[in-house]
Each structure stands twice: as structure tokens, then as C-alpha cells.
């Protein structure tokens, strides 16, 4: 059956034990049954899990604060400061620890679900510090979130990352775990009225905890000293002078973690970092397909661990600085920033080796000459696109080519922009200097081909038959008409069989003959399964045009425009 | 008073006490006849006895010794007398000090103050010796158990007092502290929570009996209550520089829901709206307050009509009741049975004709089946897309979030020129609410105990 939640703790109370137990309302099947006759909307919890609520060992703790709020509050109306610190003192406090191991006993539970308390850090590690919420809690949150994005550097696990006009969406794959998470962008909070603060409070509070947790076992997986410490023997070592300017002492600790620059020190000294190949096992036939793209795939990740392994990165300072050196860092490149921006800079602009420094200005001032000065955006798509994106569209002052989300995955006969078939040819490792158009051109007449292939496979035969028989006719008429036969040989030729051709024409009669042999009701599934593919073909090919035309549009009025 | 008076009439019993009236003799003033008393009570003795000229004394000796430092009498002649010759310097003195006006008033500022003065201690009787401060009451003893401590530490032991505070367990203040330090402390450690076995810590019988050990959660708690991701990433029209079609689609869908809204509210004020040829005019207003006024004799008649129709038929109703005879209740048992039995017949030849009918059942039994198979795939996709949908779990329904979208033209040029759109806070709230981690609620509104009452400022109401 289900309750209301009447207690006889207070309702505020009681919805934050059930924000940490994982106890979520219930709709009931039949409202009338439960609410006394009545059909009002209420919020239900069915009665299990309340009474299972009730032997949480904090359900005292809760009233033992409650005792002390009212001290509190008795020892200032009397105005007795001695008795307000006295009460102070002994402030009852609580861990969650054991409700952690209790929601997830198993660490890959806890990780599954680790998605909505790293968004949930990384909102409330951006708050102002004006008592929205505890001060504690933003610096814990804080923390942990300079330390999950360590860990991620560490591992190299960042896989796709995503400018949107909300924030960026980062995901990466921890232990065969894909994880997302959203990261607001820095001072862009208006603070929404129609937020219940206090309920997103008691939810940090618990994913702070659950955070902490993780990182820690993910950091000993790693061999990572935890809490996380700098490595001191790195050749990448930020400079000791200007520290003091930055931050106290008990301060500079955390922000020298959160600038990204220096790698971390390990328990055991990452002198020979294997490379762990895949095992190998004995299989056949359609096993071997797969594995083989999974080896592919796992080839690729490993090219794309190492993407900027070597590059050599400098930020100016109106770029968001934590956000590209995250990712710089994921991926294997050194980064530094002027030493006024943030501490922890390795190097400074004048450095020769610099190869690429990423701004965000119209113009500079003083440019190297064996640098590119990209825009920000360039990084984000490299990190896409998993390869080294042409740099030519993405200097100082060009338009850019649209950022494209990278957690979009088109299906067959999906409209795919452009943009992104030109990325992925880049991927296939043809060269750049292919005309967009040309390859798009050659997707649509794939397509086309494949529809021709797919509904009309065996009208090809029936022409062929029909030419034949045309033939025939002809010689007949032929024979009919001159009665003086002119009988020839000539030498027979080679008919040359294409071995291709042979092949894919055997395909498609097996697949006409499997179409002949469905059941009637099967078949009417596959015409209308064939029916829908085909819509979505016309529709991406209506886009298609539709964007050339666009395209061809703007082409006219910039060269009007130059004229 | 009576003091005063019995001082009164010592004075003047006294011989040469001259009286201010001259007719009256001193001893006429003290009535004639004494007084007599007893005298072998303390209390008359101390009432009746003449005790003035002895305090008298000894008031003049106690003045002379607080003025003069002793009696008069004791001291030399040389202390108390002088000789006198003349103010020979004084003169001079004055010449003297004259021309120099600023040691004048010096002089006169460092006096001492009258108010000083008078409360200055005049008596030249020495004040009576503290002994206390000489002496120190129990010295000895004290000296004694001091020497006595002394040989006891010197030859090494210690005394009971401080072998209790020795023996005494040192409470550790900041083990207590760690132990209740709070969860959200920045500097909190944590450790592999699910690496350890958890410690055990008595007999699983005792733990429960004692409420340690935790109460098994229950399977099902651990089922999400929705399907959805915790994270739903934007659409790609989302993005800050996004695809040209992609934007058109998230701005196309962006358009659909407002249209949504509006038509929403349009029907509302359609619903809300009045035919204006309904609102009252004069004529109305006349009709309807002479309404049953004009033509009540009518309507009258109308109502008696029927009412006597109705009088006819219960009348009718009862007087049928009327006996059967024997013969009506054979014919009509004869009439039952026979139709028993053609009902029978009939469903013999029916269930015979349904033999031949076999064909058309099955088919019939395969539509029914075919329909319920129909209708429970419905019901199950129903339920499926139920499960992404948020339920109702409060008082509110769930309200989807705006869609964040920027108008072409407010699409910044880089990520320098980018302004967000809209909140992440709003979003993860949203999501908790959609994924029926939480119900829908109104925001707490502000409940003002008392009523708030707005007065104008006297200074303000002489200008308005």
C-alpha cells in the first residue's frame, strides 16, 4: 500500500531522509484506494519504505539537531554568547558513509551513477560564495571535482566534449562506463528563483560523499597517491617564485591541483607504462568481424589518447582557461598560460617551441612566425573528430565552420551535414583538398544506389531479359527479311565475368529470393520498414539540396560582395 | 529626647546655671519633689544615675588627644606656647612676591580644594594597628606540614591529590573531533569504501538486538524509477556555433511548443469570453421583474391538469388485482412447460447446426485472439513510453523546462562573444523532477504572521 507523508518528524525533514536513502514518491494504481475516497493529487511513498526509512541510524542524529537548533536559538534570545559557543560546540554531526555502501554495494554501481553527482559538483563548485549555500560545501565540491578532473588526465579518458549555449558536456569512458557530465560556463550564474536550493543541497550533500569515494578508488586503481598530490620530479614543473602571489599556503595547494599543468605523483613510479595489448583469442567467422572492429576501434582510441602528444600550447588570456587545458592535457599536450591568468604556467609566450597558441581576438600584436594562432573552437573538434583537424579554418579571423555535437550518431539514411562528411573522409585518411560538394555529391549517389538495390533488385534482370529477347527478335526478323542468310563465324569472345559483379549479383537474388519466401504478415513489416528508410532518404536528400542551395546562395553574395 | 531633656535638666540643676529669665530660680525650673527610684535595678542605674560630667570629661580628653595629638596637660611648655614678636618679615614678603604675578597664582591653584580638605584625615590619634597583618593565624601548623611535604617529595613520594590527577585517563578531545567532524569539511578523508570488509564488531544476534546492525535494504529501492539519463545532452542546434539545418530544427521545435502554449491559451479565453448579446437591456430587466406577474392564471390551470391523470392511474393499479380460477392456472403451467421444452429443442438443433459451423467459430475465436494480442502489444507500448514520461507525483504537474535556444542573431561569432542561455541549476532541477526523483512542488511562499499596516510618516503627510 502507499502513505502520505505524515510523520511525526517534520516534512522538511523527512524529504531530505528521503533524498539520501533513495526512497522516491510513487504514483499509486488506484488513487481513490489510498486517499480515504478521495482523487486529490498527494504525494505518495508506499509504506515499506518508510518503515524501512525509520531504522536509519540518522533519523536520531536529525533529531538530535533539531534539539540543538532550538538551544541555539533559547541561547540567543537570552542574549548568553557563552552558552550560544558552549551550544555551538557540540553541533551534532553525521556522516553518510554507510548509506553510500548501502545504495551501492558494488563500486561499478556507484559509478553508473556517478554521472548526476559530477554535474551536480561541478554546478555547485562554480556558486558564488555568498550563502546560497555552505561555503563548506562549494570547497569540498570544489575539490572534488579539481580531483576527478586529474584523474581524467591521468587516465586519458576524456572521449567527447561539447560547446553548447548551456554549458560544455564532457563525456569520457571509466572503465567501460561511458559518463557525461555538464560544466557551466564560469560567471555565468543568474540564480533562478523557482529552484528548491535546500533539495539540491541534500542532493550534493549525498554526491559529494559518493564522489569522494569513487575518486578515491579510481586514483588507487591508477597507482595515484590520494588525496592527489603533484608529481615533484615531472620536467613540467610550475615555477616557485610568483606562488605567494596567488594564494596563502593553505590555499595553494588545491589551486596549484586545479590549474591542470603538473601530472600527479604515483605510488609506485611510472618509469615503464606498458602497453597492454589486447588479448588475442581463437575465433571464427562472424566473431572475427567483430573483433576485428573492436581492434580497429581500440586502434583508434589509442591514436586518440595521444592526439596532442608533443604539441606544445600556449592560452591567452581571454580563453577559457581551465575548460582548454583540461582538455590539452586529456590528450597528451603541454599547456601553459600567462602567469598573471592563473598560477601553475610552465612557460612563457616568448617560448620558441610553442607550436600552436590558441586566441580569441581579432587581432595580436607581436605574432611568431613558427606558430599557428588558432581560435579555441579547433581544439574541441581535433578532440571530435579524434585526428588533427586542418588547421587553415580555424585562424585568427576566419568564420568558423559550425561545432557539430559529437553525441549525435547518425543512422542509416539520416541527413549528415557536410561538415561532418568531410570530417569523417579526414578520418578515412583521404586528403583535404577534396571538394566538399564532390564528396557529398558521392554519398547521395551511394545512397541512391543503395535504394535502387534495395526495392528494385529484380527489375535489373527482367532489362537484361528483355535485351536479350530484343536480340533475338532482331535476328529473326533479320533471317525473315534477307532470305540471302549470310552465315558467318567469328571468332567467340571472351566474355570477361567480373568476379564483383558476379558476387553482388548472387547477393541480391538471395535477397529477392528471401523476400519472396517471407510470410505475408513479415512482408508487410519489411515494406513498411523499407517504406520509412526510404522517407528518411528523400527527406535527408530534400536537406541535402536544400543546404546546396543555401550554400550556392551565400557562395553569390560573398563574391558580390567582393566585387 | 528623652536624652536631650534628661542633659537639659542636669545643665540646669547644675549651681551657677545662669536662666535667661530672671524671675525663675534655677532649682524652681527642677520640680522640688525628686524623683525616687530604685536603685537596686541595672535598669534604673543606667536610667537615673548622673553620668554627664564623666562623659564630658572624657570627651574633652578624647578632643584634646585628636587635635593636639595628647593631653594638654602631659606636654611641655615649650610645645605649647611661643614667643611672640610681631609680623616683622611679612611686609617684605609681600614686596617680594608682588612682581611676580605668575608664582601668585601658581600658589593659588596648587591649594588644595575646600572639598580635599574637609574630607582629609585631621585626627593626630594614630589609627588603631592591624594585627592580622602582622600575624598569620595557624602558622606553625602550615610550616610544619609544608617542612613535612618537603622530606616526602625529597624522598620521593607523591601525594595522594596529585596521584589522582596522574591516575586520571586523559580524554582525547580530538579523536571526539574527527569522529564527529562534519560531511561537508573540505579537508574530509576519504578511504576504499568497498574494498574493506566491514569490521565485525560482536555476534550478529547481539548487533541486532542492540539496533547496530542495519536493516537489509530492499531489492526494489534500488530500481531507478525512470529510464531516462541522468544527463540529456542538447540537441545539435544546441550547440554555441551550431549547423545551419540543425539550428533551424531545434528553433522549428522550439516554435512548435510555443504554438503549443498559445493555443493552450487562446482556448482558454475563448472559454473564458461571453456572448455580448447576452448582457441585460432595459427590456430584459423589465421582463424579468414583472416575470409571473402577468400570466400566473394560466400556468396555474396547466399544472392541475395532470395531477388528476396521475390520481387515475394509481387507482387503475390497485383495482386489477384480481383471483385466477383453477382453469387459468393449468392452461398457463400447461403453456410453461411447452415452452421449456421448444427452448430445448432449439438448442439441440443449434448446437447440432454449430457441427457445421466449425469453420466460421475457429475464425471467429482468431479475430478475438488477434484483437487481445493487439490490444495488449498497445498496452505494452503504452507502458513503455509511460516509462519516460514523468508521472504524477504531487499536488503539481511536471512543467518541462523552456528550451534554451538562441535566435540567429543572437549567435555569438566565437566563444569569447558567447552568452549561456539559460541554467544548468535549472536544468539538473528539472531533470531530478523528470527522472521522479523528486515531485513537482510550488516554491514555499512567505507567510507573514501579522498584518502589515501602511502609515504615512507625519513629515510626509504635511507636504502631500
Sequence with gaps: GALLQTNNFSSLIFRRLCILKGIYPHEPKHKKKVNKGSTAPRTFYLLKDIRF??????????????????????????????????????????????????????????????????????????????????????????????????????????????????????????MGQLITWVVPYQFSHDHPVDVDYRVMATFTELYTTLLGFVSFRLYSSLNLVYPPKLDSNGESEPKEESEDDYAMNSESYLEKLSALSASLARVVSSADEEEAQPDQFPSEGEDMEKMEAREKELKQQ??????????????????????????????????????????????????????HQIIDRP????????????????????????????????????TLPPHLSPFVEEKEGDYVPPEKLKMMALQRGEKPGVDEEEEEEEGEQEEEEEQEEDDNGDEEDDEEEVAEEKNLKKMEEQRSQGKSLHVKVTPGKLKVENKARLEQEEKAEEKRLAIMMMKKKEKYLYDKIMFGKKRKVREANKLAAKRKAHDDSEKAKKKKARK | MAAARRLKRVAISQPGFLTLNPKVTPTDLVSSRRKRVNKNKKKNWNKYSDVQDVEEFLEDVRHQERTTGGLLCEKSDDSLFFLDVGQPKKVEEKEAAEPVKGKKRKGKSSRPLRIDLILQHDSLVAPPKDVLAYQKPNAKKLRRTAERAEKLAAKGVVPRSKKRLLNRTVVDRTSKKTETEANNNPERDFYDIWGQETKDLGEPWYLQQTRKKLVKRPEKLNEKPSVLPAVEVIAPGGSYNPDFFSHQELLREAHEVELKKKKVEDKLERQLAYNKADTATEETILREQVEGLVEESEEEEEKDAPKEDGEEVAVGAIAVADKKTERQRKREKAEKIKEQQRLTERRQTEQQQQLFQLRSIKTSIKQQEETTQVRQKRRKAKEEAQKAQPRRLGKLKFQPQDMEVQLSDELAGSLRQLKPEGSVLMDRFKSLQKRNLIEPRERAKFKRRLKVKYVEKRAFKEIS
Design chain 1, 53 to 174: 526509512l525509520l531504522h536509519e541510524p540518522i533519523v536520531g542524529k536529525f533529531r538530535e539537531y533539531k534539539i540543538f537548533v532550538r538551544k541555539l536559538k533559547k541561547a540567543y534570545g537570552k542574549t548568553e554568547w557563552s552558552a550560544v559557543e558552549r551550544v555551538r560546540e557540540n553541533k551534532p554531526t553525521y556522516k553518510l558513509d554507510h548509506i553510500i555502501k548501502e545504495r551501492y554495494p558494488t563500486f561499478i554501481d556507484a559509478l553508473r551513477d556517478i554521472d548526476d553527482a559530477l554535474c551536480m559538483c561541478f554546478l555547485f563548485s562554480t556558486f558564488a560564495r555568498t550563502g546560497k549555500c555552505h561555503v563548506q560545501t562549494i570547497q569540498l565540491c570544489r575539490r572534488l571535482t579539481v580531483e576527478w578532473m586529474n584523474y581524467v588526465i591521468a587516465s586519458r579518458s576524456l572521449r567527447k566534449v561539447f560547446l553548447s549555449i548551456k554549458g560544455i558536456y564532457y563525456q569520457a569512458e571509466v
Design chain 1, 302 to 355: 589509442e591514436a586518440q589518447k595521444k592526439l596532442f602528444e608533443g604539441l606544445k600550447f600556449y592560452l591567452n588570456r581571454e580563453v577559457p582557461r581551465e575548460s582548454l587545458a583540461f582538455v590539452i592535457r586529456c590528450f597528451g599536450g603541454q599547456v601553459s598560460w600567462d602567469k598573471s591568468v592563473c598560477i601553475g604556467s610552465t612557460y612563457d609566450v616568448t617560448d620558441e617551441t610553442i607550436t
Design chain 1, 363 to 398: 587581432s595580436v600584436g607581436k605574432q611568431y612566425i613558427n606558430r599557428y594562432y588558432i581560435q579555441p573552437q579547433w581544439l574541441y573538434d581535433c578532440v571530435n573528430a579524434k585526428i588533427l583537424l586542418p588547421v587553415e579554418d580555424y585562424f585568427l579571423g576566419v
